[in-house]
């Protein structure tokens, strides 16, 4: 059983002809993709590759901006979408699931709380209705 792609035919279909009809991972998924250099490289998979476990795959099209929820991608016109593999974009969601979650204890450290206290004697209030 393949996915049926997240965004329209069309759309998925200039994604595809855009990658070549091959995953466009170069390691997003945390995998290396390393060739026989040894080198980081680009997944492999192509469109109807038979994987083991998987059967023939089908691409994905998904938001090349991975702040973007997946579920963004059926908005976004082509060029904002990138060719994944189903175990790439596994992959990816993975890695931002981590990376929300390393983030998530920071988000109120972000901003130092003495910014917001407002010191009285700096405070200029326009002198509102004055003649
Ligand atoms: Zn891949
Ligand atoms: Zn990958």
Request: charge should be positive.
């Amino acid at each position: 059983m393949t996915r049926p792609p997240m965004v329209g035919a069309e759309v998925w279909q200039d994604v595809m002809t855009l990658a070549g009809d091959r995953c466009q991972c170069q390691g997003a998924c945390g995998k290396k993709h390393a060739g026989p250099d040894r080198k980081p490289g680009r997944c492999e998979r192509e469109q109807e590759e038979y994987v083991k476990g998987r059967g023939r795959i089908r691409l994905l099209a998904i938001p090349r901006d991975p702040s973007l929820p997946f579920h963004e991608a059926a908005r976004l016109p082509a060029r904002r979408l990138i060719a994944f593999c189903p175990e790439c974009s596994d992959g990816v969601r993975r890695a931002i699931g981590r990376a929300a979650k390393a983030q998530a204890p920071q988000v109120d450290g972000l901003f130092a709380a003495e910014d917001y206290l407002v010191n009285p004697a700096d405070a200029k209030q326009p002198d509102v209705g004055a003649a």
